[in-house]
Nanobody
Framework: QVQLVESGGGLVRAGGSLRLSCAASGRFFSSYGMGWFRQAPGKEREFVAAISWRGGTIYFADSVKGRFTISRDNAKNTVYLQMNSLKPEDTAVYYC?????????????????WGQGTQVTVSL
């Protein structure tokens, strides 16, 4: 069993930056592909970014390419999402998720574990 806890969300002005963290408890974190998804009010949950278990493969949604980066520190059981040049349309609840299979990391239904989410609000 893996538990995921996100932190680092908040209110920021457009153009600003935030770094989200996702701390994992439990064993075998380093074996999990990790992803970030987000859900805005009235919209479906969407893929943001993902990183394979060793960090060698990374995926980004087109909407965040060039602005967001994802990284992981397996020694700390933590995955990060650095968000730069934030836009109002980035406003959402951000969730991290863990996938033991590390297969289609851009697909939400592939994930085994989810955090509770952290709110990110970007104002004009």
């Amino acid at each position: 069993q893996v538990q995921l806890v996100e932190s680092g969300g908040g209110l920021v002005r457009a153009g600003g930056s935030l770094r989200l963290s996702c701390a994992a408890s439990g064993r075998f974190f380093s074996s999990y592909g990790m992803g970030w998804f987000r859900q805005a009010p009235g919209k479906e949950r969407e893929f943001v970014a993902a990183i394979s278990w060793r960090g060698g493969t990374i995926y980004f949604a087109d909407s965040v390419k060039g602005r967001f980066t994802i990284s992981r520190d397996n020694a700390k059981n933590t995955v990060y999402l650095q968000m730069n040049s934030l836009k109002p349309e980035d406003t959402a609840v951000y969730y991290c998720a863990g996938d033991l299979k590390s297969s289609r990391l851009w697909v939400a239904t592939e994930y085994d574990y989810w955090g509770q989410g952290t709110q990110v609000t970007v104002s004009l």
